[in-house]
């Protein structure tokens, strides 16, 4: 199955992208368009998915845009790579749980390219590090399902702003911290799209 693979240089505007997404969906329904993998950064904002909760908005005076992917609130920003997919699953295996599983890994084994040792958590959706006894999330999930059409994505931590997350309680948990990959390893991630395309690539195949 053809994959068009879009990487965008520039910050692409929170509702241009899922519109463009939304439209992606509609055209591979109808087998108009081929599947998508698209990296790209958003200007700093803040998105609440379908779960969110209003006491999860700890500071009122932020702009929340409300969008109908899984998962409750996080933000988006400058020094985040996002990945965004539209992935018919209707012609491979129809088991969203199988795919969130490969999201998990695509993400995992393109950290552990980068040394970094990472883990999913069943309970909490994302991806984990555990670092001075504490569990810190580097990498947020939301996903929608659409007639066997899977899209939004994720969005990875590089070297974000981590005081954006005081305003909210991210993805609704309290007990646990966010982190970026430069907070856990000071290291090159110069090549960093490239390893995460390839590594979606090979775990969408397998």
């Known amino acids: ?3 068009k693979i879009k990487i965008s240089k520039k910050p692409i505007d929170y509702d241009k992208a899922i519109r463009y997404l939304e439209k992606k969906v509609k055209s591979l329904h109808s087998q108009k368009t081929e599947e998508l993998l698209w990296i790209l950064s958003h200007p700093s904002i803040y ?6 909760k209003s006491n999860e908005i700890l500071d009122e005076k932020i702009n ?7 998962g409750r609130i996080t933000w988006h920003g400058p020094g985040q790579t996002i990945f965004y997919f539209v992935i018919n699953l209707s012609k491979r295996k129809k088991d969203i749980r199988k795919f969130v599983n490969i999201i998990e890994k695509i993400i995992i084994d393109t950290l552990k390219e980068y040394n970094i040792k990472s883990f999913a958590d069943r309970k909490n959706v994302g991806i984990w590090v555990r670092k001075n006894k504490k569990i810190e999330k580097v990498a947020a999930i939301g996903i929608k399902v659409r007639r066997w ?5 994720c969005a990875i931590n590089i070297n974000n702003d981590l005081t954006k997350y005081e305003k909210i309680i991210p993805c609704g948990i309290k007990n646990k911290g966010v982190t970026n990959l430069v907070n856990i390893k000071k290291q090159n991630y ?6 995460l395309i390839k590594n979606f690539l090979k775990n969408l195949k397998s």
């Open 149 to 153: 059409i899977a899209y939004h994505g």
């Open 190 to 195: 110069k090549n960093f799209k490239k390893v």
């Open 64 to 70: 929340v845009i409300k969008t109908n992917r899984g």
């Open 47 to 52: 998105t609440a998915g379908i779960s969110t």
């Open 1 to 3: 199955m053809s994959i």
